[in-house]
């Protein structure tokens, strides 16, 4: 049994079939990677791992509890934190003060946005906040005004910000999407490291193979909203089946 596991889901939007049965067990302390061309249903299935979706059939648990129906913060309470394919930061604060408000949420619970100037009150979230942001290697730049950063730095802090309300999945959609190389490897660099030294599994749904081989443990590859092939890295490189969903024919 793996701490995330998916059972026969299927999602219909309309007449189209985005998910078809899709099982999918991931395992504690692992990197696993779900990847397949444009359409086969990547990002509807990382939907339902976190409730944003209710698939029509199927099931969804993590760590035993089922995931769906509940709410976005009732998900991140269980243990589960996402980083999306566009950083979502709030670019009007400084990089300390981003680091500051999943602080407060890890402490606290849920928090309304007009809730801000008191959070940044707080002397213990601020203690975190820096404590976060020298594992980041990121404390010379807490007082940046956060819109200001690369996209590769963004990124970084969005991951700091999900670490620091201690997930126990991370689950990262498309990380490195619009990154220059340098920003995509040390990205790749920074993932290897929060690998190593925390007790957290992740799930990455990508399409740089790069990063994909680098990163991952076990690789799971959609076509056409259906499971083609579950492997080792090593046998998922130059798998017929594989390179038939890519390039749209046999190889």
């Known amino acids: 049994m793996g701490i995330l596991e998916v059972k026969n889901v299927g999602k219909r939007f309309g007449g189209l079939q985005a998910l078809g049965d899709v099982n999918l067990s991931v395992k504690e302390n692992t990197v696993h990677a779900i990847i397949g061309p444009n359409g086969a249903g990547k990002s509807t299935l990382l939907n339902c791992l976190?409730?944003?979706?209710?698939?029509?059939?199927?099931?969804?648990?993590?760590?035993?509890?089922s995931v769906l129906g509940r709410k976005?913060?009732?998900?991140?309470?269980?243990?589960?934190?996402?980083?999306?394919?566009?950083?979502?930061?709030?670019?009007?604060?400084?990089?300390l003060e981003n680091m500051m408000i999943p602080c407060f949420a890890k402490r606290d619970g849920a928090f309304a946005l007009n809730a801000i100037p008191a959070v940044l009150g707080q002397k213990d979230v601020l203690e975190k906040a820096e404590q976060m942001l020298e594992e980041m290697n990121m404390a010379d730049k807490r007082h940046m005004n956060a819109a200001s950063m690369s996209r590769g730095d963004?990124?970084?802090?969005?991951?700091?910000?999900?670490?620091?309300q201690e997930p126990r999945l991370l689950l990262l959609d498309e990380p490195t999407a619009g990154m220059a190389r340098a920003d995509t490897n040390?990205?790749?660099?920074?993932?290897?490291?929060?690998?190593?030294?925390?007790?957290?599994?992740?799930?990455?749904?990508?399409?740089?193979?790069?990063?994909?081989?680098?990163?991952?443990?076990?690789?799971?590859?959609?076509?056409?909203?259906?499971?083609l092939v579950e492997d080792d890295p090593q046998n998922i490189r130059g798998n017929p089946k594989v390179r038939e969903a890519y390039l749209g024919e046999s190889a």
């Not at 934190?81 to 990089?95: A, K, M, N």
């Not at 963004?154 to 620091?164: P, Y």
Request: charged share 25%; net charge negative; glycine share 8%.
């Open 50 to 65: 976190v409730g944003k979706l209710i698939p029509d059939t199927g099931s969804v648990m993590f760590d035993g509890q």
């Open 72 to 95: 976005p913060y009732e998900i991140n309470q269980m243990g589960i934190s996402r980083v999306f394919q566009t950083p979502e930061i709030f670019g009007d604060l400084s990089v």
């Open 154 to 164: 963004k990124r970084r802090l969005e991951i700091g910000m999900c670490l620091s």
């Open 186 to 227: 040390n990205t790749i660099d920074l993932l290897k490291e929060i690998k190593e030294q925390r007790d957290i599994t992740i799930a990455i749904i990508e399409h740089d193979m790069h990063v994909v081989f680098s990163l991952a443990d076990r690789i799971t590859v959609l076509a056409q909203g259906t499971p």
